[in-house]
Protein backbone atom coordinates (compact mmCIF):
# COMPACT_ATOMS: atom_id res chain seq x y z
CA UNK A 1 0.00 0.00 0.00
CA UNK A 2 2.85 2.51 0.94
CA UNK A 3 4.37 1.63 -2.67
CA UNK A 4 1.07 2.50 -3.71
CA UNK A 5 1.00 5.66 -2.44
CA UNK A 6 4.44 6.83 -2.94
CA UNK A 7 3.55 5.84 -7.07
CA UNK A 8 0.71 8.26 -6.99
CA UNK A 9 2.89 10.69 -5.60
CA UNK A 10 5.25 10.41 -8.37
CA UNK A 11 2.42 10.35 -10.92
CA UNK A 12 0.97 13.61 -9.82
CA UNK A 13 5.03 15.56 -9.34
CA UNK A 14 5.38 14.43 -12.86
CA UNK A 15 1.70 15.70 -14.18
CA UNK A 16 1.99 18.81 -12.54
CA UNK A 17 5.69 19.05 -13.71
CA UNK A 18 4.64 18.40 -16.98
CA UNK A 19 1.77 20.36 -17.37
CA UNK A 20 4.09 23.45 -15.63
CA UNK A 21 6.55 23.19 -18.91
CA UNK A 22 3.66 22.78 -21.27
CA UNK A 23 2.37 26.16 -19.70
CA UNK A 24 5.58 27.86 -20.06
CA UNK A 25 6.05 26.57 -23.61
CA UNK A 26 2.79 28.23 -24.22
CA UNK A 27 4.17 31.34 -22.91
CA UNK A 28 7.22 31.13 -25.11
CA UNK A 29 5.23 29.93 -28.57
CA UNK A 30 2.45 32.69 -27.46
CA UNK A 31 4.78 35.65 -27.01
CA UNK A 32 7.06 35.15 -29.99
CA UNK A 33 4.20 33.70 -32.86
CA UNK A 34 5.84 30.43 -33.84
CA UNK A 35 6.05 27.47 -31.38
CA UNK A 36 8.49 26.05 -33.87
CA UNK A 37 11.17 29.60 -33.60
CA UNK A 38 13.13 28.02 -31.57
CA UNK A 39 13.58 24.73 -33.03
CA UNK A 40 16.78 24.76 -35.12
CA UNK A 41 16.48 24.14 -39.17
CA UNK A 42 18.57 22.52 -41.37
CA UNK A 43 17.96 25.61 -44.23
CA UNK A 44 15.92 28.85 -43.31
CA UNK A 45 14.94 30.34 -46.38
CA UNK A 46 15.12 34.50 -46.09
CA UNK A 47 12.26 35.70 -49.23
CA UNK A 48 9.43 33.52 -50.70
CA UNK A 49 9.61 35.00 -53.80
CA UNK A 50 10.95 32.23 -56.95
CA UNK A 51 13.98 31.81 -55.70
CA UNK A 52 13.46 31.39 -52.46
CA UNK A 53 10.16 29.58 -52.47
CA UNK A 54 11.77 26.95 -54.88
CA UNK A 55 14.83 26.46 -52.27
CA UNK A 56 12.36 25.90 -49.48
CA UNK A 57 10.39 23.11 -51.53
CA UNK A 58 13.53 21.35 -53.08
CA UNK A 59 15.76 21.65 -49.35
CA UNK A 60 12.54 19.80 -47.79
CA UNK A 61 12.28 17.51 -50.75
CA UNK A 62 15.87 16.60 -50.00
CA UNK A 63 14.74 15.62 -46.06
CA UNK A 64 16.41 18.82 -45.20
CA UNK A 65 14.22 21.08 -41.99
CA UNK A 66 13.18 23.71 -43.52
CA UNK A 67 11.60 27.00 -42.74
CA UNK A 68 10.89 29.76 -45.45
CA UNK A 69 10.40 33.68 -44.10
CA UNK A 70 8.42 36.03 -46.14
CA UNK A 71 7.76 39.71 -44.85
CA UNK A 72 4.91 40.31 -47.76
CA UNK A 73 2.14 37.79 -46.32
CA UNK A 74 1.61 35.98 -49.62
CA UNK A 75 4.37 33.67 -51.52
CA UNK A 76 5.60 34.39 -54.63
CA UNK A 77 7.65 37.31 -54.25
CA UNK A 78 7.85 40.54 -57.18
CA UNK A 79 7.62 38.19 -59.77
CA UNK A 80 3.94 36.50 -58.77
CA UNK A 81 2.53 39.68 -56.96
CA UNK A 82 3.58 42.63 -59.07
CA UNK A 83 6.02 41.43 -61.33
CA UNK A 84 6.06 38.35 -64.32
CA UNK A 85 2.20 37.30 -63.64
CA UNK A 86 0.22 40.09 -62.82
CA UNK A 87 1.78 41.75 -66.36
CA UNK A 88 1.24 38.77 -68.67
CA UNK A 89 -2.29 38.35 -67.21
CA UNK A 90 -2.68 42.30 -68.56
CA UNK A 91 -0.96 41.74 -71.68
CA UNK A 92 -3.18 38.64 -72.64
CA UNK A 93 -6.05 40.95 -72.21
CA UNK A 94 -4.93 43.78 -74.30
CA UNK A 95 -3.68 41.74 -76.33
CA UNK A 96 -7.19 40.10 -76.59
CA UNK A 97 -8.85 43.66 -76.95
CA UNK A 98 -6.37 44.97 -79.45
CA UNK A 99 -7.25 41.63 -82.12
CA UNK A 100 -11.05 41.99 -81.53
CA UNK A 101 -10.49 45.76 -82.49
CA UNK A 102 -8.03 45.07 -85.40
CA UNK A 103 -8.27 41.42 -86.81
CA UNK A 104 -11.09 39.54 -86.23
CA UNK A 105 -13.11 41.08 -88.94
CA UNK A 106 -10.45 39.64 -91.20
CA UNK A 107 -11.65 36.37 -90.02
CA UNK A 108 -15.32 36.64 -90.12
CA UNK A 109 -15.92 37.74 -86.90
CA UNK A 110 -17.77 40.79 -85.98
CA UNK A 111 -19.51 42.21 -83.20
CA UNK A 112 -21.13 45.81 -82.45
CA UNK A 113 -20.19 48.21 -79.38
CA UNK A 114 -16.28 46.95 -78.22
CA UNK A 115 -15.67 48.12 -74.96
CA UNK A 116 -12.60 47.91 -72.33
CA UNK A 117 -13.03 47.24 -68.60
CA UNK A 118 -10.32 47.95 -67.02
CA UNK A 119 -11.64 46.60 -63.70
CA UNK A 120 -12.76 43.44 -64.82
CA UNK A 121 -9.32 43.28 -66.14
CA UNK A 122 -7.98 43.93 -62.99
CA UNK A 123 -9.93 41.65 -61.56
CA UNK A 124 -9.19 38.42 -63.83
CA UNK A 125 -5.50 39.86 -63.22
CA UNK A 126 -6.19 39.58 -59.33
CA UNK A 127 -7.57 36.42 -59.31
CA UNK A 128 -4.60 34.66 -60.96
CA UNK A 129 -2.04 36.22 -58.68
CA UNK A 130 -4.27 35.07 -55.87
CA UNK A 131 -4.69 31.44 -57.41
CA UNK A 132 -0.73 30.92 -57.47
CA UNK A 133 -0.12 32.03 -54.18
CA UNK A 134 -2.05 29.77 -52.36
CA UNK A 135 -0.98 27.37 -54.80
CA UNK A 136 2.67 27.56 -53.15
CA UNK A 137 1.08 27.92 -49.85
CA UNK A 138 -0.43 24.56 -50.96
CA UNK A 139 2.83 23.12 -52.07
CA UNK A 140 4.67 24.30 -49.10
CA UNK A 141 1.86 22.28 -46.58
CA UNK A 142 2.89 19.46 -49.04
CA UNK A 143 6.35 19.20 -48.54
CA UNK A 144 6.31 20.37 -45.04
CA UNK A 145 8.14 23.35 -45.16
CA UNK A 146 7.47 25.87 -41.97
CA UNK A 147 6.07 28.80 -43.78
CA UNK A 148 6.61 32.42 -41.32
CA UNK A 149 4.99 35.45 -42.37
CA UNK A 150 7.33 38.39 -41.08
CA UNK A 151 10.65 40.64 -42.13
CA UNK A 152 13.44 39.04 -40.78
CA UNK A 153 16.89 40.05 -39.36
CA UNK A 154 19.79 38.66 -38.69
CA UNK A 155 20.93 38.10 -35.46
CA UNK A 156 24.06 36.00 -35.96
CA UNK A 157 24.81 33.04 -38.62
CA UNK A 158 21.93 30.98 -37.35
CA UNK A 159 19.72 33.08 -36.21
CA UNK A 160 17.15 35.22 -37.70
CA UNK A 161 14.72 37.79 -35.64
CA UNK A 162 11.29 37.89 -37.50
CA UNK A 163 9.05 41.09 -36.67
CA UNK A 164 5.66 38.69 -37.91
CA UNK A 165 2.48 40.55 -39.49
CA UNK A 166 1.01 39.94 -36.57
CA UNK A 167 3.01 42.50 -34.50
CA UNK A 168 4.72 39.53 -32.72
CA UNK A 169 8.70 38.12 -32.64
CA UNK A 170 9.82 35.10 -33.39
CA UNK A 171 13.76 33.69 -33.75
CA UNK A 172 14.12 31.24 -36.20
CA UNK A 173 17.30 29.58 -35.86
CA UNK A 174 18.54 27.19 -38.70
CA UNK A 175 21.97 25.25 -39.63
CA UNK A 176 21.72 27.14 -43.54
CA UNK A 177 20.57 30.60 -43.66
CA UNK A 178 19.73 31.25 -47.84
CA UNK A 179 19.01 34.68 -48.75
CA UNK A 180 16.82 35.23 -51.44
CA UNK A 181 15.35 38.84 -51.18
CA UNK A 182 14.68 39.70 -54.43
CA UNK A 183 15.25 43.08 -55.88
CA UNK A 184 13.33 46.43 -55.79
CA UNK A 185 12.18 49.27 -58.22
CA UNK A 186 15.16 51.06 -58.84
CA UNK A 187 14.53 54.59 -58.67
CA UNK A 188 15.94 58.30 -60.23
CA UNK A 189 16.96 61.00 -58.97
CA UNK A 190 15.10 64.30 -58.33
CA UNK A 191 11.45 61.85 -59.48
CA UNK A 192 9.36 61.07 -56.77
CA UNK A 193 7.45 57.40 -57.25
CA UNK A 194 3.74 58.14 -55.51
CA UNK A 195 1.80 55.02 -57.55
CA UNK A 196 -0.69 56.87 -58.69
CA UNK A 197 0.64 59.83 -61.41
CA UNK A 198 4.39 58.83 -61.52
CA UNK A 199 4.55 55.52 -61.04
CA UNK A 200 6.49 51.96 -61.03
CA UNK A 201 5.91 48.63 -62.68
CA UNK A 202 3.78 48.03 -59.76
CA UNK A 203 1.26 50.66 -59.97
CA UNK A 204 1.44 50.54 -63.89
CA UNK A 205 -0.17 47.03 -63.16
CA UNK A 206 -3.17 48.55 -60.86
CA UNK A 207 -4.03 51.81 -62.63
CA UNK A 208 -7.62 52.26 -62.27
CA UNK A 209 -8.34 53.94 -66.18
CA UNK A 210 -6.45 54.23 -69.86
CA UNK A 211 -4.37 57.15 -69.36
CA UNK A 212 -4.31 59.36 -72.69
CA UNK A 213 -0.52 60.15 -72.79
CA UNK A 214 1.99 57.24 -70.89
CA UNK A 215 5.33 58.41 -71.12
CA UNK A 216 7.92 55.10 -69.94
CA UNK A 217 11.56 56.38 -68.60
CA UNK A 218 13.46 53.50 -69.44
CA UNK A 219 13.29 51.06 -72.86
CA UNK A 220 13.74 48.01 -71.15
CA UNK A 221 11.87 44.81 -71.11
CA UNK A 222 9.50 45.67 -68.19
CA UNK A 223 8.78 49.10 -69.87
CA UNK A 224 8.30 47.82 -73.06
CA UNK A 225 5.78 45.26 -72.06
CA UNK A 226 3.88 48.00 -70.23
CA UNK A 227 4.05 50.39 -72.32
CA UNK A 228 2.41 47.70 -74.46
CA UNK A 229 -0.47 46.81 -72.52
CA UNK A 230 -1.80 50.44 -71.73
CA UNK A 231 -1.12 51.02 -75.88
CA UNK A 232 -2.80 48.46 -76.98
CA UNK A 233 -5.91 50.07 -74.63
CA UNK A 234 -5.58 53.55 -76.22
CA UNK A 235 -2.79 55.17 -74.45
CA UNK A 236 -0.37 57.54 -76.75
CA UNK A 237 3.12 56.16 -75.09
CA UNK A 238 6.63 57.55 -75.66
CA UNK A 239 9.44 55.90 -74.14
CA UNK A 240 12.32 57.74 -73.53
CA UNK A 241 15.95 56.08 -73.60
CA UNK A 242 19.03 57.78 -71.95
CA UNK A 243 20.94 54.58 -74.30
CA UNK A 244 21.48 54.94 -78.29
CA UNK A 245 19.19 51.65 -78.26
CA UNK A 246 16.09 49.96 -77.20
CA UNK A 247 16.76 46.93 -74.90
CA UNK A 248 21.14 46.85 -75.20
CA UNK A 249 21.40 43.10 -74.60
CA UNK A 250 19.14 42.16 -77.43
CA UNK A 251 20.85 41.45 -80.78
CA UNK A 252 21.29 43.94 -82.96
CA UNK A 253 19.52 42.76 -85.76
CA UNK A 254 16.69 41.58 -83.92
CA UNK A 255 16.26 44.67 -82.08
CA UNK A 256 15.68 46.89 -84.73
CA UNK A 257 13.22 44.94 -86.71
CA UNK A 258 11.48 44.87 -82.99
CA UNK A 259 11.63 48.51 -82.71
CA UNK A 260 10.53 48.89 -86.37
CA UNK A 261 6.90 46.59 -85.03
CA UNK A 262 6.91 48.28 -81.97
CA UNK A 263 6.72 52.03 -84.05
CA UNK A 264 4.18 50.15 -86.45
CA UNK A 265 1.70 50.07 -83.57
CA UNK A 266 2.18 53.85 -82.81
CA UNK A 267 4.73 53.45 -80.27
CA UNK A 268 7.15 56.41 -79.85
CA UNK A 269 10.92 56.39 -79.04
CA UNK A 270 13.23 59.45 -78.31
CA UNK A 271 16.54 57.62 -77.87
CA UNK A 272 19.58 58.96 -76.38
CA UNK A 273 17.48 61.41 -74.15
CA UNK A 274 17.25 61.91 -70.35
CA UNK A 275 14.61 63.40 -68.03
CA UNK A 276 16.04 66.78 -66.26
CA UNK A 277 13.20 67.29 -64.27
CA UNK A 278 9.41 66.17 -63.49
CA UNK A 279 6.65 68.71 -62.46
CA UNK A 280 3.78 67.43 -61.03
CA UNK A 281 1.88 70.51 -59.87
CA UNK A 282 -0.93 70.59 -62.39
CA UNK A 283 -3.17 68.13 -63.71
CA UNK A 284 -0.94 67.18 -66.20
CA UNK A 285 2.62 66.32 -65.73
CA UNK A 286 5.25 67.66 -67.42
CA UNK A 287 8.76 66.40 -68.10
CA UNK A 288 11.84 68.21 -68.90
CA UNK A 289 14.50 66.88 -71.42
CA UNK A 290 17.26 67.27 -73.15
CA UNK A 291 20.10 65.42 -75.17
CA UNK A 292 22.00 62.75 -73.44
CA UNK A 293 25.17 64.01 -74.16
CA UNK A 294 23.84 67.87 -73.37
CA UNK A 295 21.93 70.10 -75.24
CA UNK A 296 18.30 72.15 -75.77
CA UNK A 297 16.06 71.54 -73.35
CA UNK A 298 12.23 70.41 -74.55
CA UNK A 299 8.83 69.51 -72.44
CA UNK A 300 6.84 66.87 -73.21
CA UNK A 301 3.32 66.65 -71.37
CA UNK A 302 1.97 63.06 -69.95
CA UNK A 303 -1.10 61.74 -67.43
CA UNK A 304 1.03 58.87 -66.26
CA UNK A 305 4.85 58.15 -66.40
CA UNK A 306 6.14 55.18 -65.68
CA UNK A 307 9.81 54.92 -64.49
CA UNK A 308 11.09 51.73 -65.56
CA UNK A 309 15.16 52.20 -64.99
CA UNK A 310 15.63 48.67 -63.45
CA UNK A 311 15.86 47.37 -60.32
CA UNK A 312 18.44 46.84 -57.65
CA UNK A 313 19.13 44.35 -54.88
CA UNK A 314 16.91 44.12 -51.88
CA UNK A 315 19.59 44.02 -49.47
CA UNK A 316 19.03 46.60 -46.60
CA UNK A 317 17.12 45.82 -43.52
CA UNK A 318 18.55 42.48 -43.07
CA UNK A 319 21.13 43.02 -40.35
CA UNK A 320 24.23 41.71 -42.90
CA UNK A 321 26.03 44.25 -41.22
CA UNK A 322 25.44 42.35 -37.98
CA UNK A 323 27.07 39.09 -39.10
CA UNK A 324 30.06 40.46 -41.47
CA UNK A 325 28.18 39.34 -45.12
CA UNK A 326 29.96 41.87 -47.70
CA UNK A 327 28.00 43.68 -50.63
CA UNK A 328 29.40 45.37 -53.59
CA UNK A 329 28.94 48.78 -54.46
CA UNK A 330 25.27 48.11 -56.22
CA UNK A 331 24.44 46.50 -52.83
CA UNK A 332 24.82 42.53 -54.22
CA UNK A 333 26.41 39.93 -52.59
CA UNK A 334 29.19 38.37 -53.59
CA UNK A 335 28.96 34.40 -53.36
CA UNK A 336 31.66 31.45 -54.40
CA UNK A 337 30.75 28.99 -57.02
CA UNK A 338 28.18 27.28 -54.37
CA UNK A 339 26.69 30.30 -53.19
CA UNK A 340 28.31 30.76 -50.21
CA UNK A 341 28.80 34.54 -49.16
CA UNK A 342 32.01 35.55 -47.28
CA UNK A 343 30.07 34.26 -43.78
CA UNK A 344 30.30 30.33 -43.42
CA UNK A 345 26.69 28.91 -43.42
CA UNK A 346 25.27 32.19 -44.86
CA UNK A 347 23.86 31.61 -48.47
CA UNK A 348 22.72 34.16 -51.27
CA UNK A 349 21.07 33.49 -54.86
CA UNK A 350 18.49 35.05 -57.22
CA UNK A 351 18.31 39.14 -57.74
CA UNK A 352 20.80 39.90 -54.23
CA UNK A 353 23.67 38.08 -56.53
CA UNK A 354 25.65 39.10 -59.91
CA UNK A 355 23.90 37.55 -62.72
CA UNK A 356 20.92 38.12 -64.80
CA UNK A 357 17.67 39.54 -62.58
CA UNK A 358 15.12 36.87 -63.54
CA UNK A 359 12.79 34.81 -61.56
CA UNK A 360 13.95 31.33 -63.66
CA UNK A 361 17.49 32.42 -63.14
CA UNK A 362 16.53 32.93 -59.53
CA UNK A 363 14.93 29.15 -59.43
CA UNK A 364 17.87 27.96 -60.99
CA UNK A 365 20.08 29.22 -58.58
CA UNK A 366 17.67 28.22 -55.18
CA UNK A 367 17.81 24.47 -56.76
CA UNK A 368 21.83 24.40 -57.29
CA UNK A 369 22.04 26.15 -53.65
CA UNK A 370 20.48 23.54 -51.47
CA UNK A 371 22.21 20.67 -53.52
CA UNK A 372 25.41 21.99 -52.24
CA UNK A 373 23.78 22.28 -48.78
CA UNK A 374 23.05 18.90 -49.26
CA UNK A 375 25.96 17.52 -50.23
CA UNK A 376 24.98 16.78 -53.67
CA UNK A 377 26.11 18.65 -56.88
CA UNK A 378 24.25 21.82 -58.42
CA UNK A 379 24.86 23.44 -61.72
CA UNK A 380 23.69 26.80 -62.92
CA UNK A 381 25.41 28.51 -66.70
CA UNK A 382 24.50 31.98 -67.05
CA UNK A 383 25.53 31.99 -70.16
CA UNK A 384 22.68 29.54 -71.00
CA UNK A 385 19.91 31.49 -69.15
CA UNK A 386 16.55 32.63 -71.67
CA UNK A 387 15.33 35.68 -72.03
CA UNK A 388 11.70 36.73 -73.44
CA UNK A 389 10.07 40.02 -73.75
CA UNK A 390 6.63 39.42 -74.00
CA UNK A 391 5.16 41.96 -76.12
CA UNK A 392 3.71 41.24 -79.20
CA UNK A 393 5.78 40.13 -81.49
CA UNK A 394 7.36 38.17 -78.40
CA UNK A 395 10.99 38.31 -78.24
CA UNK A 396 13.16 35.53 -77.14
CA UNK A 397 17.18 35.08 -76.83
CA UNK A 398 19.73 32.26 -75.53
CA UNK A 399 23.15 32.08 -75.61
CA UNK A 400 25.96 34.71 -76.98
CA UNK A 401 24.04 37.66 -80.25
CA UNK A 402 26.17 38.03 -83.03
CA UNK A 403 27.59 41.19 -81.47
CA UNK A 404 29.15 39.05 -78.53
CA UNK A 405 30.31 36.63 -81.03
CA UNK A 406 32.32 39.07 -83.22
CA UNK A 407 33.61 40.65 -80.21
CA UNK A 408 35.17 37.20 -78.49
CA UNK A 409 36.76 37.03 -82.42
CA UNK A 410 34.71 33.78 -82.86
CA UNK A 411 34.61 32.39 -86.41
CA UNK A 412 30.44 32.32 -86.88
CA UNK A 413 27.75 31.28 -89.59
CA UNK A 414 24.49 32.73 -89.49
CA UNK A 415 21.39 31.01 -90.54
CA UNK A 416 17.76 32.67 -90.78
CA UNK A 417 14.44 32.08 -91.77
CA UNK A 418 11.37 34.63 -91.92
CA UNK A 419 8.57 33.82 -90.24
CA UNK A 420 6.78 34.88 -93.65
CA UNK A 421 8.06 31.81 -94.67
CA UNK A 422 6.33 29.59 -91.96
CA UNK A 423 2.95 28.05 -92.99
CA UNK A 424 1.60 28.16 -89.47
CA UNK A 425 2.33 31.65 -89.15
CA UNK A 426 0.19 32.66 -92.18
CA UNK A 427 -2.32 30.48 -91.76
CA UNK A 428 -3.14 32.68 -88.30
CA UNK A 429 -2.11 36.02 -90.18
CA UNK A 430 0.46 36.19 -88.04
CA UNK A 431 3.71 36.54 -90.02
CA UNK A 432 5.94 38.89 -88.36
CA UNK A 433 9.40 38.41 -87.26
CA UNK A 434 12.39 35.68 -87.31
CA UNK A 435 14.60 32.93 -86.11
CA UNK A 436 17.96 33.55 -86.51
CA UNK A 437 20.43 30.68 -85.44
CA UNK A 438 24.12 31.69 -84.61
CA UNK A 439 26.80 28.73 -84.73
CA UNK A 440 30.74 28.32 -85.02
CA UNK A 441 32.00 28.31 -88.24
CA UNK A 442 33.88 25.30 -87.44
CA UNK A 443 32.17 23.62 -85.55
CA UNK A 444 28.70 24.18 -86.64
CA UNK A 445 27.87 24.33 -82.86
CA UNK A 446 25.16 26.40 -81.92
CA UNK A 447 26.58 29.52 -79.71
CA UNK A 448 23.58 31.89 -79.57
CA UNK A 449 19.61 31.48 -80.98
CA UNK A 450 17.19 34.52 -81.18
CA UNK A 451 13.66 34.82 -81.94
CA UNK A 452 11.32 37.68 -82.85
CA UNK A 453 7.30 36.19 -83.53
CA UNK A 454 4.34 35.36 -81.59
CA UNK A 455 5.37 32.74 -79.00
CA UNK A 456 8.93 32.77 -79.36
CA UNK A 457 8.83 32.26 -75.19
CA UNK A 458 7.52 28.83 -76.32
CA UNK A 459 9.62 28.34 -78.67
CA UNK A 460 13.16 29.60 -77.24
CA UNK A 461 12.96 26.54 -75.15
CA UNK A 462 13.67 24.14 -77.76
CA UNK A 463 17.08 26.63 -78.71
CA UNK A 464 18.09 26.42 -74.50
CA UNK A 465 18.07 22.98 -74.44
CA UNK A 466 20.66 22.85 -77.59
CA UNK A 467 23.31 25.21 -75.95
CA UNK A 468 23.11 22.98 -73.05
CA UNK A 469 23.98 19.98 -74.30
CA UNK A 470 26.13 21.53 -77.39
CA UNK A 471 24.10 20.93 -79.87
CA UNK A 472 25.05 21.84 -83.15
CA UNK A 473 22.80 23.38 -86.06
CA UNK A 474 22.47 19.97 -88.15
CA UNK A 475 21.51 18.24 -85.04
CA UNK A 476 17.91 20.83 -84.70
CA UNK A 477 17.77 20.91 -88.53
CA UNK A 478 17.50 17.00 -88.46
CA UNK A 479 15.26 17.05 -85.74
CA UNK A 480 11.72 16.08 -86.76
CA UNK A 481 9.30 18.99 -86.48
CA UNK A 482 5.33 18.28 -86.10
CA UNK A 483 4.11 20.50 -89.47
CA UNK A 484 2.78 22.97 -89.55
CA UNK A 485 4.01 24.68 -86.17
CA UNK A 486 5.85 27.91 -85.38
CA UNK A 487 8.38 25.58 -84.11
CA UNK A 488 9.49 24.90 -87.94
CA UNK A 489 10.90 28.02 -88.19
CA UNK A 490 13.36 26.94 -85.92
CA UNK A 491 14.30 23.92 -87.73
CA UNK A 492 14.48 26.14 -91.19
CA UNK A 493 16.87 28.51 -89.45
CA UNK A 494 18.95 25.67 -88.62
CA UNK A 495 19.22 24.19 -91.82
CA UNK A 496 20.40 28.04 -93.06
CA UNK A 497 23.25 27.78 -90.66
CA UNK A 498 24.70 25.04 -92.07
CA UNK A 499 23.44 24.32 -95.11
CA UNK A 500 20.38 25.85 -96.94
CA UNK A 501 16.79 26.57 -95.98
CA UNK A 502 14.13 25.05 -97.87
CA UNK A 503 10.89 26.97 -97.67
CA UNK A 504 12.50 30.34 -98.59
Known amino acids: MAMANLARRKATRLVNSTCDSLRYSFYLSSSRGFAS ?25 LGLKTTCIEKRGALGGTCLNVGCIPSKALLHSSHMYHEAKTSFAKHGVKFDNLDIDVAAMMGQKDKAVSTLTKGIEGLFKKNKVTYVKGHGKFLSPSEVSVDTIDG ?4 VKGKNIIIATGSDVKGLPGITI ?3 RIVSSTGALALTEVPKKLVVIGAGYIGLEMGSVWGRLGSEVTVVEFAPDIVPSMDG ?35 TLEPS ?21 FTSGLGLENIGVETDKIGRIPVDSKFSTSVKGVFAIGDVIPG ?3 AHKAEEDGIACVEFIAGKEGHVDYDKVPGVCYTHPEVASVGKTEEQVKQLGIEYRVGKFPMLGNSRAKSIDDAEGLVKVITEKETDKVVGVHIMCSNAGELIHEAALALTYGASSEDIARTCHAHPTLSEAVKEAAMAAYDKAIHI
Open 37 to 61: GSDENDVVVIGGGPGGYVAAIKAAQ
Open 168 to 171: ANTV
Open 194 to 196: DEK
Open 253 to 287: EIRKQFQRSLEKQKMKFMLKTKVVAVDTSTDIVKL
Open 293 to 313: AGGDQSVIEADVVLVSAGRTP
Open 356 to 358: PML
